[in-house]
């Protein structure tokens, strides 16, 4: 891995800090200045402006963000309200849903078997879940004036390796207007009322959207990766994840439902007058039968913070190692390539997580090789390995809103490196 973090690992006893706000059993590896570790304090108060902005019109109820670079938090901030709607102001340990930042913990978890001989990324996904070996792609057709769909045999098998970068051929339904996004719904894919078991039985039933490995689409890859952790542990997710990532790594706040004493630190979205309907989140306080090992998860900086460390280690907090470096450096390399369209420019797509790489290509700043990605509720975390550098955005907005915070936020940390 380019420039490893290796200092990072400090950030083990790491708790957040905010002004007047520190965890009593902390060590904190705290930048005496931003300009310690090459970063503009003036740019980065001009981030704090721009978030209580959009605090004071609404836009957003309220945030946590937090920028370290060279092993060392450069600059934290907490604005706005846990819950606007009680007017409870946000606290640094507020619990979010952190939807589709699940990913990269899941696809984590998968290298973990491969790593011990229990499973190939090349393995058909059929191996362990036979049903899905049984689904046929669907391809629309139109005559006077009717759309069919017609089932054919994939070109090749589901494997992995294309869950895990999503060319797997599985698709979201809510994120197009075909045939298949339309079956999508009507099935119900993705409610937190089955199984995982029973999720995969339903999902297998219906069309893929186009044969495995043709192109990169957005989809419920992860959650059959969860599934699949399942089979190969003998565990549940919640369970593996439990004991495998989040015991080891330390995140005590992390998990698929918020448990009755810490749901006073929920952090709500907020219906702006006038504005769109908020888009629907999934209620906290309950446990669900799904454990979406696509965007299941709720966290806290903190927590999430520990697990980005590990990654920037090359796969390890303080003495605890999760993964091999080189597991790390081939997760976000990018498993994409022209080939495969379907990723935005300069943007491609390793093992769990979107890999920058080109800088002109894309409309956001940054460096070749950096990766991370994004929550459906704004959430947000990359890794710099260049740069030496983490950012990780906290926030609970409507979808509407979400892609141009995560930019704005990504594009004004990346002007506030001056080294």
Same mark, same amino acid.
């Given at each position: ?5 290796? =200092? ?28 310690? =570790? ?20 609404? /836009? ?12 060392? =938090? ?99 339904? *809510? ?49 059959? /990766? ?71 998860? *709720? ?32 997760? *976000? ?71 141009? /915070?995560?930019?704005?936020?990504? *594009? ?8």
């Amino acid at each position: 891995m380019l420039r490893r973090v290796q =200092v990072l690992c400090a950030l083990l006893l790491f708790a957040f800090v905010t002004a007047g706000t520190v965890r009593a059993d902390s060590v904190l590896p705290i930048a005496a200045t931003p300009e310690e =570790v090459g970063l503009s304090s003036a740019q980065l108060a001009r981030i704090e402006a721009v978030t209580q902005r959009h605090v004071e019109t609404g /836009l957003v109820p309220g945030a946590v963000m937090l920028v370290a670079r060279k092993g060392k =938090v450069a600059w934290t901030k907490t604005l706005g309200f846990r819950d606007r709607a009680a007017k409870d102001p946000m606290r640094p340990d507020s619990i979010f849903r952190i939807y589709s930042m699940t990913k990269p913990i899941v696809s984590v978890a998968i290298m973990m078997l491969v790593e011990e001989g229990r499973l190939q990324i090349n393995d058909p996904v059929a191996k362990y879940l036979p049903e899905i070996g049984k689904m046929k792609v669907g391809v629309e057709t139109s005559e006077d004036g009717k759309t069919t769909l017609q089932l054919v045999d994939p070109a090749r098998a589901m494997t992995v390796q294309g869950l895990l970068r999503h060319t797997s051929g599985l698709i979201y339904g *809510t994120r197009g207007k075909s045939l298949i996004n339309a079956a999508y719904v009507e099935a119900k894919i993705g409610s937190r009322d089955v199984s995982n078991e029973e999720f995969v039985a339903k999902l297998s039933k219906l069309p893929l959207r186009f044969s495995p490995g043709e192109r990169w689409e957005y989809g419920v890859s992860t959650d059959v /990766l969860g599934r699949l952790v399942e089979v190969v542990s003998g565990k549940t997710l919640g369970e593996f994840l439990g004991e495998r990532i989040l015991a080891p790594l330390g995140m005590t706040d992390t998990g698929f439902y918020v448990p009755a004493d810490k749901l006073a630190r929920a952090a709500q979205p907020w219906q702006m007058p006038e504005a769109p309907p908020m888009t629907p989140r999934f209620d906290v306080a309950q446990k669900p039968r799904f454990e979406s090992g696509g965007g299941g998860l *709720t966290s806290t900086m903190d927590d999430y913070l520990r697990f980005a460390v590990m990654l920037a280690d090359g796969g390890k907090l303080g003495g605890k190692r999760l993964l091999g470096s080189k597991t790390l450096e081939f997760m *976000t390399a990018d498993h994409t390539g022209s080939s495969r369209p379907g990723r935005p420019p300069g943007l491609g797509f390793g093992l769990g997580f979107e890999v920058r790489t080109s800088v002109g290509d894309s409309a956001l700043p940054g460096s070749l090789g950096e990766y991370g990605w994004a929550g459906n509720a704004g959430t947000l975390f990359w890794i710099d390995p260049k740069e030496q550098l983490i950012a990780i955005y906290m926030v609970q907005v409507s979808d509407g809103d979400r892609i141009m /915070l995560r930019n704005q936020f990504r *594009t004004m940390v990346q002007s506030a490196i001056i080294d």
